[in-house]
């Protein structure tokens, strides 16, 4: 049988991807992450980096049809263990596409997760955030603390703090998620599979919680 297919939703700074990567890792998932994809694409700098990076300096969107492309492919690799996906989709026009593309491949989606976090605790979480930039792992200067100060446990490469986790730019990310991103809770709670999970805990509560969710 096919592994569950999964949508973690949450605004930025809601823990949605380090929740993610701890439910790819417990159900055997692939994790798709956008954010991860698009950063990736710009440290290469590769056609869609050099397209993608302005927008997500200055933490707006990048337009969907590059969004749509990159998805488009990664599912297309689909290898049969299921999937969660985290920062996608993020607007309505791209939760239409992935219905459709959903659709042609006789896939579904099983269920959705919003992650709801307070947006006062989102800055305060984002401005302590701390990430790898090789193994992708993520920390916090408050909660989530390396064992040697500023390297990463089980690469020792250097933390860095993501350019977009200055104040100025997450407010301007909140605001876009309001906008943009926020509707599509109503859309999958009509479609139905929508869960949602109180982010402001501690991250072994809130997993326990999503484990409960997802039996
Ligand atoms: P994240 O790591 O999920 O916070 O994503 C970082 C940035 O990448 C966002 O602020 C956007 O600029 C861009 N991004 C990631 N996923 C998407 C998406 N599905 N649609 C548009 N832009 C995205």
Redesign the pocket.
């Known amino acids: 049988m096919a592994g569950l297919h999964v949508i973690i939703l949450g605004a930025?700074g809601s823990g949605k991807?380090t929740q993610a990567a701890r439910i790819a890792k417990r159900y055997g998932l692939r994790h798709l992450?956008?954010?991860d994809l698009?950063r990736d694409a710009v440290a290469r700098k590769t056609e869609l980096g050099a397209k993608a990076e302005s927008?997500?300096t200055r933490?707006?969107?990048?337009p969907d049809d590059l969004?749509l492309g990159l998805t488009g492919e990664e599912l297309a690799k689909d290898d049969k263990r299921g999937w969660i996906l985290d920062?996608?989709?993020?607007t309505l026009a791209?939760a239409e596409a992935l219905e459709k593309m959903l659709a042609g491949r006789g896939e579904a989606i099983d269920r959705v997760l919003d992650i709801e976090v307070d947006p006062e605790l989102i800055v305060k979480r984002l401005s302590n955030r701390r990430v790898c930039p090789k193994c992708k792992a993520v920390y916090n200067l408050d909660t989530i603390k390396t064992k040697v100060p500023g390297k990463c446990d089980p690469c020792g490469a250097d933390l860095v703090k993501r350019p977009?986790d200055e104040e100025e730019t997450v407010r301007r990310?909140l605001g876009v998620y309001e906008k943009q991103t926020a509707p599509l809770i109503e859309y999958y709670e009509k479609r139905g599979g929508l869960v949602r999970v109180r982010g402001g805990g501690g991250i072994e509560e809130i997993f326990a919680e999503i484990v409960r969710v997802l039996k």
């Open positions: 930025p991807g992450s956008t954010g698009l927008y997500m933490g707006l969107l990048v969004i920062g996608f989709p993020r791209q977009d990310r």
